[in-house]
Structure formats: structure tokens, C-alpha cells
């Protein structure tokens, strides 16, 4: 008999406890399976821009203004190659703070696409063969 758990959307962390005749497996899983669903479904911006966010929480004030300017490029400007799904007034207070970008620049635009991905893509890939997958055990 196998148990499987799986909590959050972007760190992704699957438990599947199985019992077997040679004792219990424990499987971990992460971001790697979620990515690898997103990339089939060609929404990956979503988790990148997510794990983006993640990374310039921690980055150094003298350089978030670059890093902000170059995260607005890839996932924030209509048409960027990247773009995500925002609402026209998170993408309008996006813009009024980046002459001065602080920690929490984009704490908002990251909070929406989480929500995006915990309430469509995510239980999506939970009913995927890429989860299934990931969470086979051996």
C-alpha cells in the first residue's frame, strides 16, 4: 500500500510512503516534476518567475535595482517572452515602484502568480503522469 502527500505549489515537496515487504520508501520530490509539467503545458514563466521572486527577496539593496529592471523585462512587460498572468493593477503598481525597487517589489505580482498556480496549474499536475511518475516507487 502506498500513501502519497503532497503539499504546496512551488516548492513543490511530494512524500509517498509505501509499505513493501522490504520495509517502508520514503520519496521526496521538488520543483524539478512541477517544472517538467509546466514546460508540457508551456506555462513555465509561472514557477520561474515565482523562484525569481524567491531570489531577489535576498538580494543585495545595491543590487536590486538592476535585477529588478531585469526581471520587469523578462516576466513584467507586455510581450516579454516570458510574460505572466497580471491583473492591469498589479502590473500598474509594478511599474510606479521599479525607479526604486525595495525587498518587496514584487511581493504582490509573486503572490498572484502563486495563486494562478495553486488554483489551476497545480492540481493539474497533481492528476498528471508527470506526478505519477515522479512519485513512483521502485
Known amino acids: ?3 502519497c502527500v503532497c503539499v504546496c505549489v512551488c516548492v513543490c515537496v511530494c512524500v509517498c510512503v509505501c509499505s513493501r515487504a522490504k520495509g517502508m520508501r520514503v ?10 509539467f509546466l ?11 515565482w523562484l525569481a521572486c524567491e531570489e531577489y527577496r535576498v538580494t543585495p539593496p545595491w ?3 538592476a535585477k529588478a529592471q531585469s526581471m520587469y523585462g ?3 512587460n507586455p510581450g516579454s517572452p516570458q510574460e505572466v498572468n497580471l491583473d492591469a493593477e498589479t502590473r500598474e503598481a509594478l511599474l510606479r515602484v521599479m525607479e526604486e525597487p ?3 517589489t514584487f511581493h ?4 498572484h502568480v502563486y495563486h494562478l498556480m495553486a488554483k489551476d496549474s497545480y492540481p493539474r499536475f497533481l492528476r498528471s503522469p508527470h506526478c505519477l511518475e515522479a512519485l513512483r516507487v521502485p
Open 108 to 111: 504582490e505580482a509573486q503572490q
Open 27 to 36: 520519496k521526496l520530490i521538488g520543483q524539478k516534476a512541477f517544472l517538467w
Open 102 to 104: 525595495a525587498g518587496d
Open 39 to 49: 514546460q508540457s503545458e508551456f506555462s513555465e514563466e509561472n514557477l520561474q518567475f
Open 63 to 65: 543590487q536590486q535595482g
Open 74 to 76: 523578462q516576466y513584467i
Open 1 to 3: 500500500m502506498c500513501v
